[in-house]
């Protein structure tokens, strides 16, 4: 990855391109610590640490590098637009304009969907912003109250959001990799000091064990070596096509494979499975402190994300979660069909149903092992912060998945651009 690096850097084009990513990231981070108006920021941080950092909300923290927390223009991060780009993918799959404009309507059909998804992300940051808002009204974090002060509030974050993913489309347009996952990339990144600095504090305050803080340290980088095994992890169905003769030339007669990815749904399942699982903590939040012994106990021990129950019922959201993803993203009768027409077969099977319950067969065999490895790596952290008495790793899983996978597909873009302009030299 260096040697790619460093080849990419003496590219001057490829060089510009790192730059203007890295200045992106760097307006980003410098808006991460511009404070929205009216909000007593100390107040909020205090509040949060002490009663929100279980929650859903605790997740939203997580994506925007602790900005969530001290109520900054961009506190509400690039989570309107994941959001919006999820439901309106799953929209053009229930709405049949919506698929035909997805599918059939070519490059104008994905400049209308993008325009919707815009549109879509302002829509969705306008109703985050006003939550927001009415959260810090309600536990009393404002220095100010009026309609004005709503207004201006609820606008920024907006504002905020929307600029985001605005420089997110800048970088994949001028930069490197893809802009929204660069952004989510630089706000876990920007958590690793203060993850660093609470594992030595545990540690020189006697709270960690010393041997302890090298098995976290080994299990995390084992952890990371195995996320890139699977993240490269695939499946690949024989593919054989026959011969047939057009004019004077022969075509078909040669085999390929169809690849089906071990973890084809990404992060996304963990990442909805995490919300749902942590929606009764954050209604909990909101509501006042429980007095008596079985409200205190179901806080403690049910709905938080460090209790037992809770593990479980996220990792089978996880798996649930994962074949629904599957279903979205493969149609094991489409594929056979295509197969069909295009003269395909795979060897031992006949074309049409018999080699779409193959597939079919195969996938849900594959998004097994990839659910099982999501909820694994989700619920360790869990696991290891209940033992060395750390709760902040509740989201690591999360976060090493997804700064793993960005890290990957960058260097996978920089290797492709490097190959590209080799083949360019050898042409001239």
């Not at 060089?15 to 920021?41: D, E, H, M, Q, S």
């Not at 994949?172 to 802009?179: A, Q």
């Not at 209604?283 to 709905?303: D, H, M, Q, S, Y």
């Amino acid at each position: 990855m260096f040697a790619t690096l460093r080849n990419a850097w003496q590219v001057p084009e490829l060089r510009k391109k790192l730059l203007f990513t890295l200045f992106i990231l760097l307006v980003y981070r410098l808006g991460n610590a511009v404070p929205v108006p009216y909000v007593n920021v100390t107040e909020l941080a205090n509040y949060f640490n002490s009663q929100l950092s279980d929650t859903v909300l605790g997740l939203y923290n997580a994506m925007s590098g602790s900005a969530f927390s001290r109520a900054t223009v961009f506190a509400l991060s690039i989570q309107p637009y994941i959001n919006a780009s999820i439901i309106i993918q799953l929209l053009c799959i229930a709405i049949p304009a919506l698929e035909r404009l997805s599918k059939d309507g070519g490059e104008e059909g994905k400049k209308k969907i993008a325009s919707i998804t815009r549109y879509s992300t302002v829509g969705l940051g306008l109703l985050m912003g006003f939550a927001y808002f009415v959260m810090l009204r309600n536990y009393n974090l404002l220095t100010d109250n009026g309609f004005m002060v709503a207004v201006v509030i609820i606008l920024t974050f907006t504002a905020g959001s929307a600029f985001l993913m605005w420089l997110g489309e800048q970088i994949n347009e001028f930069g490197i990799g893809n802009g929204i996952s660069m952004i989510l990339f630089a706000s876990i990144i920007s958590r690793v000091p203060s993850m660093v600095n609470d594992l030595f504090t545990n540690l020189v305050n006697g709270g960690l064990k010393w041997y302890a803080a090298i098995g976290l340290v080994v299990g995390m980088l084992a952890l990371i070596l195995f996320i890139v095994f699977i993240n490269d992890a695939e499946r690949r169905i024989p593919i054989t096509y026959a011969k047939r003769v057009v004019g004077r030339k022969q075509y078909g007669g040669q085999s390929t494979y169809l690849p089906i990815k071990v973890n084809m749904s990404g992060v996304l399942p963990i990442i909805f499975a995490q919300s749902i699982a942590s929606l009764p903590a954050t209604i909990a939040a909101f509501l006042a402190e429980p007095t008596t012994k079985f409200w205190i106990f179901v806080k403690n021990n049910v709905i938080s994300n460090t209790s037992t129950i809770y593990a479980v019922v996220y990792f089978m959201l996880i798996i649930g979660f994962s074949y629904f993803y599957s279903t979205i993203q493969y149609n094991p009768i489409e594929i056979s069909n295509n197969l069909k027409k295009n003269g395909g077969f795979i060897p031992g099977f006949r074309p049409g149903r018999p080699t779409g319950e193959f597939i079919a067969k195969v996938i849900n065999r594959i998004v097994l092992f990839g659910a099982l490895y999501l909820g694994v790596v989700a619920i360790l952290p869990i696991i290891l912060g209940n033992v060395v008495g750390i709760n902040s790793l509740a989201i690591g899983g999360t976060s090493v998945i997804i700064v793993v996978g960005v890290a990957l597909e960058t260097y996978r873009a920089l290797e492709a651009q490097l190959l590209m302009r080799h083949y360019k030299g050898f042409l001239e």
